[in-house]
């Protein structure tokens, strides 16, 4: 094999695959990436045998072939080497490595053969649904509910989104949750996922997506089938198809939280009452990170006690749009408010609630088909 390429294209597919592979693994082909060549472009593939990463790009081809190097020595190599070089790669049959030439920088480094590379991706047939999506319709959706997801790996059907068609409603569903919070997103069902399957996509296939979705300059294409999907982004250098198998679990069932009706609402301006939440935590401190809200008629208290390492206490008072006489008080985990309110995007939030016993359920005003929903706490008895 002999190519020849631009040092920032292949700089970028191999750091799109260095953060796709194992970096500990006792199976040397898995720190690899595999490279080979297609008529005129190169195909770059990255694996942990969950995710895959295939990157396809022009280059000049002067000799076909195809092998596997050492993708992190690859990606540091070129990260060192200046924008815009171009970058000769050729396998030596004398040495049995690979040479990699930039300028008056040269590079022999050893090489596995391709044939000791996995097969990963899944033939298009495979697939029971596939439909297309704006690149940040889809980034969006995918943003806003993730900061809810588990960090609990023995909870390992919650550390994912669960991303379902529902029929009823004919819309298309991000759901993340950790049991005490919960974040959802929902659009208009796209075409051609009528007939998509209720999936939990793992936490690094999300991140990964993420990123690979800042690049699309196009609509992207989902593949999904019961075990697996396959997200195809296509750039102005490159066509990257990255697929995951899907965590095998069942995610809880949420309809119950989405279709709660509450007796009381309030309306709160998302700036002034993420600021104030953020004040008011300064004092408090891992290991007890409750705040109480106190609510009274067009006025809302946030109060936090610092715990046993006190810090002292914070209050402070901030006006919102709550038309009932009933003074009622919650207690919630600072962070998890803060997170829900960093996420409002739009001017005001409203918060529907009934009693301390019952979760509150937030949106912001304006924009339909985002809901999050948080469990309150027990004053007495919480402890980190």
Same mark, same amino acid.
């Given at each position: ?48 045998? #969950? ?15 195809? %092998? ?21 790669? $050729? ?10 030439? @930039?300028?008056?920088?040269? +590079? ?54 669960? +991303? ?9 569903? @991000? ?9 959802? #997103? ?30 699309? !300059?196009?609509? =992207? ?32 069932? +949420? ?18 009452? @993420? ?7 300064? =004092? ?5 990170? $409750? ?35 009933? %003074? ?5 985990? =600072? ?19 009934? !009693? ?8 912001? =005003?304006?924009?339909?088909?985002? +809901?999050?929903?948080?469990?309150? $706490? ?7």
């Amino acid at each position: 094999m002999h190519i020849r390429v631009n040092r920032d294209v292949f700089l970028t597919a191999f750091s799109h695959g260095q953060s796709v592979i194992e970096k500990r693994t006792t199976l040397l082909i898995l720190g690899h990436t595999l490279i080979q060549t297609q008529n005129e472009s190169v195909i770059v593939v990255s694996t942990d045998m #969950v995710m895959s990463l295939s990157e396809s790009f022009a280059c000049e081809v002067l000799e076909e072939g195809s %092998l596997c190097v050492p993708t992190t020595l690859i990606y540091e190599i070129l990260k060192k080497i200046r924008s815009n070089v171009v970058i000769d790669l $050729m396998f030596s049959q004398q040495s049995a490595q690979i040479i990699l030439s @930039a300028g008056r920088s040269r +590079f022999e480094i050893p090489c596995v053969s391709s044939d000791e590379f996995p097969r990963i991706l899944q033939e298009n047939n495979e697939f029971s649904c596939h439909f297309v999506i704006p690149a940040p319709v889809l980034k969006s959706m995918f943003e806003t509910v993730r900061f809810a997801m588990s960090v609990d790996e023995m909870r390992y059907s919650l550390v994912g989104i669960n +991303f379902s068609y529902d029929g009823d409603s004919n819309v298309l569903r @991000a759901v993340a949750t950790d049991r005490h919070r919960l974040a959802n #997103v929902e659009i208009q069902a796209p075409d051609g996922s009528l007939d998509m399957p209720s999936i939990i996509i793992g936490k690094k296939m999300i991140g990964e997506m993420v990123k690979l979705l800042d690049e699309a !300059n196009e609509p =992207v294409s989902l593949a999904i089938s019961e075990t697996r999907i396959e997200l195809t982004v296509i750039s102005d250098k490159s066509t990257a198809i990255l697929g995951s198998r899907l965590i095998d679990g069942s995610f809880p069932d +949420f309809s119950a939280i989405l279709n709660t009706v509450h007796e009381k609402k309030l309306v709160a301006g998302t700036k002034v009452f @993420a600021e104030a939440i953020d004040r008011v935590g300064t =004092v408090v401190n891992d290991k007890f990170r $409750m705040i109480k809200i106190t609510l009274s008629k067009n006025l809302m208290r946030c109060s936090a006690i610092a715990g046993a390492s006190s810090n002292g206490t914070a209050d402070e008072d901030i006006d919102v749009d709550y038309d009932y006489d009933e %003074l009622i008080e919650f207690h919630f985990d =600072v962070r998890y408010l803060l997170d829900i309110a960093q996420h409002i995007d739009s001017e005001n939030l409203e918060i529907s609630l009934t !009693n301390p016993d019952m979760a509150i359920a937030v949106r912001p =005003v304006g924009i339909n088909g985002v +809901f999050f929903a948080l469990m309150s $706490m027990a004053p007495t008895t919480y402890s980190e």
